[in-house]
């Protein structure tokens, strides 16, 4: 009984680089959270990294380690399913049969078609304009209720929720209509070396993200050559987006309201707060990168989990898939 009250919760992230601080602050904090209420699922998005080119390899390497990075983060596999999205060919799947519904117009719309499309001129591909109705079939195979992610995810939650609205009505109540959760701070952390940017971890310039494997000399550095203005003063105003954005990840790893962080540097400029950010970040990433080391060199362990998360999510995708499949008027074999 106790288990139908459960939330479903469902979200990824791709691997298409090592996670940053933005990944973690946005997105994977918030999911160890909800691991002992609800019912989780969390996917390694592999077919979506895909729609920018990547190098065979480094792929397969990166899988891997972002699934050890979600395990070093605090996601435990006794308490929520860990699986890697093409090990269930159900969201492929289901993503053509939505695909079939979903507008050009609507998909037109999408920033991260257009951001992606402008950073990529030379490969804006089919898979990365159809990006967001796979996300809507990795959610909506799940009958998820919850998805955490960070901000810039709102507009592709909201696509989600509009193809499961229309597949409903046109053949009858199928899929849950999910929520986003968006967290009250760190939702959208900004690159250090631009702080009009979202901190991404493709991005050409280093120093404009923290990665979760930065040594702690790498993190020092980087936030002390983080852009910030021509005043002194630690507090959050217009104009002033770098210092805000530094004093959010100083918030998010020390707990610490922005008035008590204003305290704290009254009158002593930003060298001294640049070394406190790095120092709390630096001291927050030490212990997830120990246990990430560990985790590296037993990839049979790795390799368990994904193959039993793969059996959990492959059974509960099949199940939706069939009754879409019945729905459209498939014929059932
Ligand atoms: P890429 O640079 O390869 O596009 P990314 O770093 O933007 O990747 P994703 O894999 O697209 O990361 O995102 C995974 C999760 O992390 C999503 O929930 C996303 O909203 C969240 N996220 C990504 N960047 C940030 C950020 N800067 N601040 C907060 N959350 C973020
Ligand atoms: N598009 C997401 C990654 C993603 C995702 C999902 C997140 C793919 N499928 C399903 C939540 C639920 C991104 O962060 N770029």
Request: charged share 25%; net charge neutral.
């Amino acid at each position: 009984m106790e288990n139908e009250k459960k939330k479903r919760i469902f979200s990824g992230v791709q691997p298409s680089g090592i996670l940053t601080i933005g990944n973690y602050l946005g997105a994977i904090k918030n999911w160890v959270d909800f691991q002992d209420e609800n019912d989780c699922i969390f996917c390694v998005v592999d077919l979506h990294a895909i729609t920018v080119h990547q190098v065979p390899a480094d792929l397969r390497r990166r899988t891997y380690e972002t699934l050890a990075i979600y395990l070093a983060c605090g996601i435990d596999p006794a308490k929520s399913t860990i699986f890697v999205q093409s090990h269930v060919p159900a969201h492929a799947e289901l993503a053509w049969v939505l695909g079939c519904s979903t507008m050009f117009g609507e998909l037109s719309r999408m920033t991260q078609f257009k951001d992606k499309s402008a950073r990529n001129a030379g490969n804006v591909n089919a898979g990365l304009f159809t990006y967001p109705v796979l996300m809507a079939a990795d959610i909506l195979l799940y009958g998820t209720d919850l998805v955490p992610v960070g901000k810039d995810q709102q507009q592709h939650i909201e696509i989600a929720r509009d193809i499961a609205i229309r597949f409903n009505q046109t053949y009858s109540d199928t899929f849950v209509v999910p929520e986003g959760f968006f967290p009250k701070s760190g939702a959208k952390i900004m690159s250090l070396a631009d702080p009009t940017k979202k901190m991404s971890k493709s991005d050409a310039n280093q120093n404009g993200f923290i990665s979760l494997l930065d040594d702690r000399d790498t993190v020092m550095r980087k936030f002390r050559r983080a852009v910030t203005d021509s005043e002194t003063e630690v507090r959050r105003a217009p104009g002033k987006e770098g210092v805000g954005n530094l004093m959010t990840i100083y918030s998010c790893f020390t707990g610490k309201t922005d008035a008590e962080i204003e305290e704290e540097f009254r009158g002593l400029g930003y060298g001294e707060f640049k070394e406190a950010v790095g120092a709390a970040a630096a001291d927050g990433l030490a212990p997830l990168q120990a246990r990430f080391k560990e985790l590296m060199a037993d990839k049979s362990y790795l390799e368990g989990i994904m193959k039993e998360g793969a059996e959990h999510a492959n059974h509960i995708a099949r199940k939706t898939l069939s009754k879409v499949y019945r729905k459209v008027g498939f014929v059932g074999l």
